[in-house]
């Protein structure tokens, strides 16, 4: 096994920790004084990442699964990090102020308001004009999931999905990328928000 290697410090004090033997690869995500493990991601090893600024560990980090800096949502879309940011407000006035500083170069979706007892939370879906096969390869997508052992994608249902305007997908046209219900649907959403491929092959590789 090789000596573990941090892939990610945040500032919320979560590490993710990566570990490899010959032919699988660990990545663990964990509280830095090492007092909880969140999630851990296995998969194949020897596998290329994808070179993309707009695929990163450090948007899985904003995945929902702990606690994160929030913020980073707000600006990753335009700073080039991600082609989608889901992003939620506490008073709408917040929300109304957001898209006020949003340029037209970016499309964006409100979904309805989330009522939880008192509390009330405002949703905003943020994208790049285009579709995910304008800033993905996705000849290199499907030789990265080969890779990674993950059989039986559907080219044609895939294809379609990353050649879909993103405006359209996180309006619900195409589907709900925040409940994918096939693997090409989970595979997109994962693009789509930026997540290493390595982390929806194991989720795939659960079933």
């Not at 999931?145 to 059989?151: R, S």
Request: proline fraction near 6%.
């Amino acid at each position: 096994m090789t000596m573990p290697e941090i892939l990610l410090e945040t500032s919320s004090g979560v590490v993710f920790v990566k570990t490899a033997t010959k032919n699988r690869c660990k990545v663990a995500v964990m509280n830095k004084d090492g007092s909880c493990t969140h999630m851990v991601y296995r998969f194949r090893n020897g596998v290329e990442p994808i070179a993309s600024p707009y695929i990163s560990w450090e948007n899985l980090n904003c995945c929902g699964g702990w606690h994160c800096d929030e913020g980073y949502l707000l600006t990753a879309v335009q700073e080039g990090k991600k082609l989608c940011a889901g992003i939620t407000f506490n008073e709408e006035s917040s929300l109304n102020d957001y898209i006020a500083g949003l340029s037209e170069e970016y499309p964006y979706y409100c979904r309805p308001p989330m009522h939880n007892g008192p509390y009330t939370f405002y949703n905003i879906d943020v994208v790049r004009k285009g579709a995910i096969r304008d800033y993905i390869s996705e000849g290199a997508v499907f030789i990265a999931y080969d890779k990674l052992g993950i059989t039986g994608i559907r080219k044609e249902p895939l294809s379609g999905l990353l050649g879909t305007p993103m405006a359209q997908l996180i309006c619900g046209c195409s589907f709900d990328y925040t409940n994918p219900k096939t693997p090409e649907e989970l595979i997109t959403a994962g693009l789509l928000l930026g997540y290493p491929l390595e982390s929806t092959a194991w989720l795939l590789e659960r079933g």
